[in-house]
């Protein structure tokens, strides 16, 4: 009986283990945003990370964009790779707490059906910043369960993907992309971009600042947990080849976002339209 009991709690202890969610707690800490935003950024350069962008979507909160070689170099192994060719890394201040997060590679490399292993860079971040625990999904979900996530019947998978435009060359699709962003275009501006090593494919990371489907007020409503789950931003253009592409917005939310409940989704139900017609706009589609 005892064997059993003890065979049993070691078999959900694996389980649990072979379980992932889409973010890593580091760690909180009692501190000024800006103070631990500077130690974060210093011990992110030290691990040998670069911070490609950075972004403040709203009071309390604050995004860094990082990569390195090797995360680039592994983006071009896979269809459309460059959505993972970053880690997004948050700070979220409540009640004087910071909330130190980022998104968790195994989940992303999953989710976006990645090529190769993701645990190395997993060890680097933990022994960089911390891993308390992770968070985002009650259950969690299997590897083999994030290669085929939808969020429900019916709903997009990653594979179904949303051509913006389409240009002559990869160079005239960077170009355009480029201005595009400069100019605000649909109210989209530029945070980061990142060049998948390899391959004709750069992640450009975007604010997306006017509409029903703005950074602000969309997060308003969907991230109520006591986690925060900050690091869902910034959304993505990815240029690859001649064309420009993003995540189906049902898809790119439900993937930070798995327990979400449908209630709570049809109050952003215009959302991921409007963010599409934005990021069309500053792709320079038709």
């Not at 009640?95 to 997993?122: C, E, H, I």
């Not at 910043?129 to 994030?146: D, I, W, Y």
């Not at 602000?216 to 900050?230: C, G, K, S, Y």
Request: proline share 3%; hydrophobic share 40%.
């Amino acid at each position: 009986m005892l064997l059993s009991l003890c065979l049993t709690t070691l078999s959900l202890v694996a389980q649990e283990a072979d379980r992932v969610r889409p973010f890593v707690l580091a760690e909180t800490v009692s501190a000024p945003l800006d103070a631990k935003l500077q130690t974060v950024e210093a011990t992110l350069g030290e691990a040998g990370f670069s911070i490609t962008g950075e972004y403040a979507p709203y009071a309390g909160a604050h995004i860094l964009i990082i990569t390195d070689e090797s995360l680039r170099k592994q983006a071009s192994a896979s269809p459309m790779g460059g959505y993972g060719a970053a880690i997004r890394v948050s700070l979220t201040e409540r009640d004087g707490v910071v909330q130190v997060s980022y998104t968790d590679p195994q989940w992303m490399g999953n989710v976006y059906r990645m090529a190769g292993d993701f645990k190395a860079l997993s060890s680097r971040l933990q022994a960089a910043l911390g891993r308390e625990k992770t968070f985002g999904s009650e259950g969690g979900r299997t590897a083999e369960n994030l290669r085929e996530y939808h969020y429900m019947m019916f709903m997009p998978y990653f594979y179904d993907q949303v051509e913006l435009a389409s240009y002559d060359s990869h160079q005239a699709a960077l170009d355009a992309v480029e201005a595009g962003l400069a100019a605000g275009k649909g109210g989209v501006s530029k945070i980061s971009r990142v060049d998948v090593i390899g391959k004709e494919e750069s992640l450009f990371n975007v604010a997306v600042k006017e509409g029903v489907g703005a950074d602000a007020p969309v997060m308003q409503i969907i991230d109520q947990a006591e986690m925060r789950h900050t690091a869902h931003l910034p959304y993505d253009l990815l240029v690859s080849g001649n064309k420009v592409y993003m995540l189906h917005g049902k898809f790119r939310i439900a993937q930070s976002f798995p327990d979400l409940t449908m209630s709570t989704f049809m109050k952003i139900s215009d959302a991921p339209d409007a963010i599409e017609a934005s990021l069309k706009m500053a792709a320079g589609g038709k």
